[in-house]
């Protein structure tokens, strides 16, 4: 490793000059999936050539503090996989009244 480090530092350095001919700055997701808003929190910024950024798709909903994302009762996800999301309780159903009772037939 000592040689290295002797190498490395009698190497001139600059930083890197970049023009932006043909590059296509953009936002991508903290995915790294898709495109996105510059304001989207976590998104970073990277050069594309001109014609192959990633699809843009909009910021995804934040998280919630619980863990999971989204909405209440939205389901999907792993746990849906494995049957293990939570079914809405069914409504109860009213107990059926008793069926009156017939009279013996007279004779």
């Known amino acids: 490793m000592r040689v290295w480090s002797g190498i490395f530092q009698r190497l001139p350095s600059a930083p890197l000059r970049v023009s932006n001919k043909g590059l296509d700055w953009q936002s991508v997701a903290p995915t790294g999936i898709n495109s996105t808003d510059e304001g989207c929190p976590g998104a970073r910024r990277f050069p594309f050539v001109v014609g192959y950024a990633p699809a843009y ?51």
């Open 57 to 107: 798709a909009p910021c995804a909903p934040p998280v919630s503090p619980d863990g999971q994302g989204g909405t209440e009762g939205e389901g999907g996800g792993w746990r849906s996989w494995f049957g293990l999301d939570r079914k809405p309780d069914a409504p109860a159903e009213p107990a059926a009244a008793p069926a009156a009772a017939t009279p013996p037939p007279s004779r």
